[in-house]
């Protein structure tokens, strides 16, 4: 992550803080999900204008030139040693054990094609388990979207050379 990067994130990580307030809070008071809201402070999101007066309402401590710079369109980047923590680790994991089987059944259920990862949303969500334990719930929630054939037809570029 470049500095100018970091420094906007960590700005916006310290007035969460200082708000002592759960993403799961802040997605409730603004009709987010946390996950998004996560984004939003990473910069790994855009805000609009819409969510703005939701967002200062419950981070009253946000400036509006953080406002400003949350409504750019960010560079949607990570690190690479994020993978090094064990909870991004075993996330990865987890798609890699069972991302066959997940693909089976998408293109079992809807043919072939893709979840989004553009329209979509992600939540994260903690619930008990049968035995009492705390257990994680990852939801995912992508649009479908189809494969299509490549006719040339149907390509735009090649229709307008033609005209």
Do not use: W
């Amino acid at each position: 992550m470049d500095n100018n990067k970091a420094n906007t994130v960590a700005s916006l990580m310290s007035v969460k803080q200082k708000s002592g307030k759960t993403f799961s809070q802040l997605a409730e008071e603004t009709g987010l999900t946390n996950v998004y809201v996560a984004q939003l402070l990473r910069r790994q999101a855009q805000l609009k204008p819409e969510t703005v007066p939701k967002l200062k309402a419950a981070l009253p401590l946000l400036s509006d030139e953080q406002i400003h710079d949350m409504m750019k369109a960010p560079l949607r980047s990570y690190d690479p040693n994020l993978i090094q923590d064990p909870t991004v680790y075993r996330l990865n994991e987890a798609i890699m054990h069972f991302g066959e089987s997940i693909k089976e059944i998408i293109n079992e259920e809807f043919g072939d094609g893709i979840m989004s990862a553009i329209d979509f949303f992600c939540s994260v969500d903690k619930v008990k388990g049968v035995d009492g334990k705390d257990r994680v719930v990852v939801t995912f929630d992508g649009k479908y979207l189809p494969h299509t054939e490549h006719k040339t037809e149907h390509m735009v570029s090649r229709l307008m050379r033609k005209e």
